[in-house]
């Protein structure tokens, strides 16, 4: 069956950097754009970042713009999101998602604190 598998959470102080994966199965990756977002109690949903099949078309939501880098390695079934420049509003828990199935993983929490 479909899996999305994140990892890379953690702590980080405000400018730290860090950087998520996301492993997939059970799907032909290559075949689907990939994406992030990202969520926070009483806060809506948050997409962040967006890569095309092949990483040669990505999205950023102005929040992250600049700070934020997505990437794929198809070969490995895994996407990205390097995240730089952290600050305290990136606080949240992370999910990868497949962008035409509306399907995410478990999440990884991101913290942001000094």
């Known amino acids: 069956q479909v899996q999305l598998v994140e990892s890379g959470g953690g702590l980080a102080q405000p400018g730290g950097s860090l950087r998520l994966s996301c492993a997939a199965a059970?799907?032909?990756?290559?075949?689907?754009?990939m994406g992030w977002f990202r969520q926070t109690p009483g806060k809506e949903r948050e997409s962040v970042a967006v890569?095309?099949?092949?990483?040669?078309?990505?999205y950023y939501a102005d929040s992250v713009k600049g700070r934020f880098t997505i990437s794929r390695d198809n070969a490995k079934n895994t996407v990205y999101l390097q995240m730089s420049s952290l600050k305290h509003e990136d606080t949240a828990v992370y999910y990868c998602?497949?962008?035409?199935?509306?399907?995410w993983g478990q999440g990884t929490q991101v913290t942001v604190s000094s």
């Open positions: 890569s095309s099949w092949n990483g040669g078309s990505t």
């Open positions: 998602y497949i962008d035409a199935l509306s399907y």
């Open positions: 059970g799907f032909t990756f290559k075949d689907y754009a």
